[in-house]
């Protein structure tokens, strides 16, 4: 039995309309639940809306250029109900841009270096300075939206912060759809060819650079094998941390603070709200604590944008929370007006709501700082990769008691290892250490965080 179904934007966040800049479908195409439908874009971020149900498209409602809200009808599918997704999918799983250092959020289209997850203050206006950024000539350019390349905004991304002119690469997807592998291949061969190569290869010096080509193995001569697809928001977050690991020169800078009276206060509050049901957890401290070290550090506070650095006056925090799918980073909002016990609940609910695929793009949009905390399994220190377009990220490893001196004996004290990365280009090596201590300080005494 078949039956025709209306297909709607789902809850976009924080955008009462946004752009549709590109129809992913065409009428009498067969899609599958979850398939992309559209590609819409905000003054900020785009992304693709997937379908809630798989059928047979009818008609399209919307073309480019049209505004659509939350609710718009997009299309009409002639359902077969036998195949049909009774869910509506989460547009957080759509939602371009990602897991960046960590995980995910909404696509920047203006962000400099990067573009990952938290979206970061109003980003001044592609080209309103003199960006330094080899892809600036690309991102900026003006390119008829009609004449867009088909790619996904995602894989444009990847292009812009590569140099690579989408128009220069063969699709080998769908409909000649251009995917990120596509780029990759086009940029393998400019490397291989070297020369005046299209991508930003070339150093300040002049001097070009190359890698060698991918190793390409047929795994299958040496035993049993599988090949499992990425998934979406590991595909998204690839892209994201090597665009970051790349482009960011990273540094991170390791310390330890003793938070053996910070555990008994938790543990205190814990046996306190065990009845509310709430369980303080040390991120909901390090998210105060590091509200503290922002104000104390305002340029850890910022993201580049060329030769600017803007600085802003809020203070949204993102934590990287592991989901079956991948890394995501939902962003606790205005930190700074929060308390611990609301800290905790909220980061409790978005890892809930992370691990379900809940998250809505709002959620994961305009973090300044994130924290990634792999405490509760393990470690002794790692190297976090910067959330693009924040300039430092905290990573917390397992906290261990350790014989500490006092100056006359060694006591036993619980000791909380930090590693800071940051933009050695915005921060440097002393202000990280400095804030790291800082922050060491606080948790070790957190009735500073008042002062
Ligand atoms: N040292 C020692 N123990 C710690 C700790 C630390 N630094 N941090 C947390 N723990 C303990 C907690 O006390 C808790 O133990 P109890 O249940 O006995 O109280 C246990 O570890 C689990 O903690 P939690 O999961 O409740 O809370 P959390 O704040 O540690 O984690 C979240 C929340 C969302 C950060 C976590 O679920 C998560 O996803 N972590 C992974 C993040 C990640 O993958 N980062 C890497 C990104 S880069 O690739």
Redo the contacts with the bound molecule.
Sequence with gaps: MSSTVEIKVPDIGDFDEVDVIEILVAVGDTIAAEQSLITVESDKASMEIPASQGGVVKTLKVKVGDKVAEGAVILEVEADEAAAAPAEPAPAAKAEAAPA??AAAPEETTAPAAAAAPAPAPAPAAGASGRTSPTAAYAEAEVPLRNLPHASPSVRKFARELGVNLAQVTGSGAKNRITADDVRAYVKQALATGGASPVGSTLPGGEGFSVLGWPKVDFAKFGEIEARPLSRIKKISGANLHRNWVMIPHVTNNDVADITDLEALRQQLNAENKKAGI?V???AFLVKAVVAALKKFPDFNASLDGDNLVLKHYYHIG????TPNG?VVPVIRDADKKGVLEIATE?SEL?ALARDGKLSPAQMQGGCFSI??????GGTDFT??INAPEVAILG????SMQPVWDGKAFQPRLM?PLSLSYDHRVIDGAAAARFNAYLGGLLADFRRIIL
Excluded: C, Q, Y
């Design positions: 250092a960590p369980k957890t040390m991120l934590f990287a929370a592991d890394l980061t890892a990634s905390s792999l405490g509760g399994i976090p990769i917390v490893s397992r906290s909380l």
